[in-house]
């Protein structure tokens, strides 16, 4: 099982990078957030932000921020039931946001908070499957991918791995490239991995 980087001066600079990318992030980013939360008041009634209980550092929980992308009465507070491609749960402007990756973006305030990272394995919900079983019981590596801060993006993310975990290879290869990433760890693979999800996420749009 891999072992987080404990040494001081990676640590440091890991948290400069976090700050620094998340404080940026959310000062350019403060317009688009404000047009944002317009058109989903615009497009249904209920909240501008979804608040959901997620693994964070060590397993211990904290409440991730997300904008709404669900009808209210159609979310899954719990986030077991995953969502698939084109969930007629999902508002108009909701397929738009996770499309472009846009509904992650306030997790950059849990970052500031120290909650979570730029880069790490995606924080999960509590009771989450893998090809129709609990994560913990499909592949008993599982909880080691929690030795980190979860991260807005990470290595699974970049190769093709986000979304649906609902086969045994989807979940699998997710698992595989959180953990890789753990006994990888650096902040030059954090810049390239930031880089990366620039381009896949927000400018290509693969998300849904």
Known sequence: ???????????????????AVSLTALVLLAPAFLLIAIAI???SPGPVFFCQDRYGLNGELFCVYKFRTMRPDDGDQSGVQQTVKDDPRVTRIGKL?????????????????GEMSVVGPRPHVPGM????????????????????????????QVNGFRGETMTAQAARGRLDHDLDYIRRQS???D????????WTEFVSGSGY
Do not use: C, W
């Open 129 to 156: 499957l893998a090809a129709g079983k609990l994560y913990e019981d499909f592949d008993s590596r599982y909880m080691g991918r929690h030795v980190v801060k979860p991260g807005l993006t990470g290595l699974a």
């Open 191 to 198: 810049i390239a991995i930031t880089a990366r999800t620039f």
């Open 1 to 19: 099982m891999p072992r987080a980087r404990h040494d001081r001066a990676y640590l440091i600079a890991k948290r400069i990078f976090d700050i």
């Open 97 to 113: 946001l996770r499309k472009t990756s846009f509904d992650e973006l306030p997790q950059l305030l849990n970052i500031l908070k």
């Open 187 to 189: 902040l030059p693979l």
């Open 41 to 43: 008041k615009r497009s």
